[in-house]
């Protein structure tokens, strides 16, 4: 497996592959990884040639500079997990690496980036569009894989996207979950024994809302599921929201042929954890 910290030795294996007439599939993270990030690469090895995964920890999207210092920094495991998962080549770019002048870019992203994610964390799609544009402009891939548990961040690279006029294949992947239902995520092992123990209870508390949908509308079940979070005060719940799946809209009715998505944030042992659920019938 290939480790290149700069673009420009990235860039010269990038235009080997292509002059190949190889496919490339592009696995972005922020490193820490864990099985979630396993299956992306594992995905992105059976659908392409070569699998190129990055590991930037990107400061743009962090509202919060406490996150920002307390994000798990782990190349060495992350490295020995990559390579059997079947990782061609690692982008692992410094700060100065990716923003050596100021950022000038700008995207509109409408309503997509103020609702859920956006309403708490000012700024943090801005730089999501922006950390991601600029990857896909080193690694040039023909696929990219993501993760639907940050189900925002999937519409927002999308409209990035559409804006940019961007030909990669975007390929949202399932959520991966501990045996005990926790949503895969690296911010897991920032918790407390106690607090991982409660943590299970974000998916069940989901869940049970879906059920809640046979007899109660969207916005009571809303309620509801807030209101359960007081079982446990541990949990401080950011928000829940029962949005519709393109628009990311709150849905006032339920309606079976368009399931929404359950998507909620809370913060636990002073990490927050996110999550989401399609409310099918
Ligand atoms: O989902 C993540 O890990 C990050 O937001 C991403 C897509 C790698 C951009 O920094």
Same mark, same amino acid.
Not at 144 to 169: C, H, N, P, R, W
């Given at each position: 497996?290939?480790?290149?910290?700069?673009?420009?030795?990235?860039?010269?294996?990038?235009?080997?592959?292509?002059?190949?007439?190889? #496919?490339?599939?592009?696995?972005?993270?922020?490193?820490?990884?864990?099985?979630?990030?396993? #299956?992306?690469?594992?995905?992105?090895?059976?659908?392409?040639?070569?699998?190129?995964?990055?590991?930037?920890?990107?400061?743009?999207?962090?509202?919060?500079?406490?996150?920002?210092?307390?994000?798990?920094?782990?190349?060495?495991?992350?490295?020995?997990?990559?390579?059997?998962?079947?990782?061609?080549?690692?982008?692992?770019?410094?700060?100065?690496?990716?923003?050596?002048?100021?950022?000038?870019?700008?995207?509109?992203?409408?309503?997509?980036?103020?609702?859920?994610?956006?309403?708490?964390?000012?700024?943090?799609?801005?730089?999501?569009?922006?950390?991601?544009?600029?990857?896909?402009?080193?690694?040039?891939?023909?696929?990219?894989?993501?993760?639907?548990?940050?189900?925002?961040?999937?519409?927002?690279?999308?409209?990035?996207?559409?804006?940019?006029? #961007?030909?990669?294949?975007?390929?949202?992947?399932?959520?991966?979950?501990?045996?005990?239902?926790?949503?895969?995520?690296?911010?897991?092992?920032?918790?407390?024994?106690?607090?991982?123990?409660?943590?299970?209870?974000?998916?069940?508390?989901?869940?049970?809302?879906?059920?809640?949908?046979?007899?109660? #509308?969207?916005?009571?079940?809303?309620?509801?599921?807030?209101?359960?979070?007081?079982?446990?005060?541990?949990?401080?719940?950011?928000?829940?929201?029962?949005?519709?799946?393109?628009?990311?809209?709150?849905?006032?009715?339920?309606?079976?042929?368009?399931?929404?998505?359950?998507?909620?944030?809370?913060?636990?042992?002073?990490?927050?954890?996110?999550?989401?659920?399609?409310?099918?019938?």
């Amino acid at each position: 497996m290939k480790l290149f910290t700069a673009k420009n030795e990235l860039g010269a294996y990038i235009s080997e592959i292509r002059n190949q007439g190889r #496919s490339i599939g592009f696995v972005p993270t922020m490193g820490a990884l864990h099985q979630g990030h396993v #299956s992306l690469i594992k995905k992105a090895r059976q659908e392409n040639d070569i699998v190129v995964c990055s590991i930037f920890v990107n400061p743009l999207q962090f509202n919060n500079t406490e996150d920002l210092k307390k994000y798990p920094r782990t190349l060495t495991e992350d490295l020995t997990i990559l390579e059997p998962a079947g990782c061609d080549a690692v982008f692992y770019p410094k700060v100065g690496e990716m923003y050596p002048d100021e950022v000038t870019e700008k995207y509109t992203f409408n309503h997509l980036d103020k609702v859920m994610e956006g309403k708490f964390r000012p700024g943090h799609f801005d730089g999501v569009a922006v950390v991601v544009n600029r990857l896909f402009n080193m690694v040039l891939p023909h696929r990219a894989y993501f993760g639907l548990k940050d189900y925002q961040q999937i519409a927002i690279v999308k409209s990035m996207m559409l804006q940019t006029g #961007s030909t990669v294949e975007l390929v949202p992947c399932p959520i991966i979950r501990e045996v005990d239902g926790l949503a895969m995520s690296s911010r897991n092992v920032r918790l407390s024994p106690e607090a991982r123990n409660l943590a299970p209870f974000i998916y069940q508390t989901l869940q049970w809302g879906k059920q809640q949908l046979g007899t109660a #509308s969207p916005a009571e079940v809303t309620k509801k599921v807030i209101d359960r979070f007081k079982l446990h005060p541990e949990f401080e719940p950011e928000y829940f929201e029962i949005v519709d799946s393109e628009t990311l809209l709150p849905v006032e009715t339920f309606d079976s042929s368009n399931p929404p998505m359950a998507c909620i944030a809370v913060w636990l042992d002073q990490v927050r954890l996110i999550d989401n659920l399609v409310y099918e019938a």
